[in-house]
């Protein structure tokens, strides 16, 4: 009974280390301005973090096998733009929605086929691919490219009331990332797929002994994180109405330290989106606190996220260890 305490410890203590310090930071923080306790403010979290999240849950994917997007950023700053100079010239939002995800889909590929199969680093091909991507949006606008179009509108503006919680609402596009979570859960711990990132992450010649389909499920995994830019592409435009090449500038960064955050090791191998879950809302409660406090710079966040980023790399490394030697 204890082995089997301390297994389910040092397999899932980053994960529950993850969740306290989430329910602590959103506690202590209620206590210092009693408007956080409000449940709209939590949704908020979700509405306002809903691109980060999505393209964190790509990322997990990313990661977990060992290796790193960094073009994330620059595929949501492409999908914006792109979509809003086609809305612009009149092509219907029923075309630009699938068209821009069949974009992310195909550059993702690439960067992982470029990867698999010209041996290239997964953070040279992906930072070649941040470069190109958000190149490629400045070339379609250098000034911002406002949305006009009655769907966006409807998709960014109508609220969904949460039931038997009062004025306590969401937006559609507030949807997307908790259902893509959701599927990549499933996908992840049920799925011959899932159990290959795994393996993959563990050690790569060892998923080929075994006869695994590494090649097709790395270049599936970047398909997969391209897939969750592009809709969080989608989804910031339409928070935001507007498509423009400098969105999302870092958002590579946020999306890397909330997975981390979250559980998932940097090597590769340990972690589930979940833990990217809480890693996100983490960062969303710092932002909040910013904003209520209305005094301090932004740049705070980044210093927040910076040390509890360390922090974490660092029980990550402690239960690692420990794990090696049990």
């Not at 040092?10 to 301005?33: D, W």
């Not at 073009?71 to 939002?93: D, F, N």
């Not at 009655?150 to 038997?164: C, D, E, G, H, Q």
């Not at 932002?287 to 927040?304: D, E």
């Amino acid at each position: 009974m204890v082995h089997r305490i301390r297994t389910f410890l040092l397999r899932y203590g980053p994960l529950l280390t993850t969740f306290a310090i989430f329910l602590l930071a959103y506690y202590v923080s209620g206590q210092m301005y009693p408007a956080m306790q409000k449940p709209q403010v939590f949704f908020n979290l979700f509405i306002n973090d809903g691109s980060l999240l999505l393209v964190a849950i790509g990322m997990t994917l990313v990661i977990l096998t060992g290796g790193i997007d960094l073009s994330v950023g620059g595929v949501i700053a492409l999908t914006s733009t792109a979509s809003a100079a086609l809305l612009r010239e009149g092509v219907s939002p029923y075309v630009v929605l699938p068209l821009m995800i069949v974009m992310g889909i195909a550059f993702g590929a690439l960067l992982g086929w470029i990867i698999q199969s010209l041996k290239v680093q997964p953070f040279i091909a992906t930072l070649m691919g941040l470069f190109f991507a958000r190149g490629l949006a400045y070339i379609i606008s250098l000034t911002s490219v406002t949305i006009k179009d009655p769907v966006y509108k409807a998709l960014a503006l109508t609220p969904i009331y949460i039931p038997f919680l009062q004025k306590t609402y969401i937006y559609p596009t507030t949807l997307v990332a908790p259902i893509i979570l959701i599927v990549v859960f499933y996908l992840t711990f049920f799925t011959r797929f899932g159990r290959t990132i795994y393996a993959m992450g563990n050690n790569e010649q060892s998923a080929l002994l075994m006869g695994l389909s590494v090649a097709r499920t790395k270049i599936a995994v970047y398909a997969l994180s391209g897939f969750c830019s592009a809709l969080a592409g989608i989804v910031f435009s339409m928070s935001l109405l507007a498509g423009y090449g400098q969105f999302a500038t870092g958002m590579e960064l946020d999306a890397i330290a909330s997975v981390v955050m979250g559980g998932t090791a940097l090597t590769g191998g340990v972690g589930n989106v979940i833990g990217t879950l809480f890693g996100v809302l983490i960062h969303g409660t710092i932002v909040s606190v910013l904003q209520f406090n209305g005094t301090l710079s932004s740049w705070w966040t980044r210093i927040g996220v910076g040390v509890l980023t360390l922090i974490f790399i660092g029980i990550q490394s402690l239960f690692y260890l420990k794990a090696k030697h049990s």
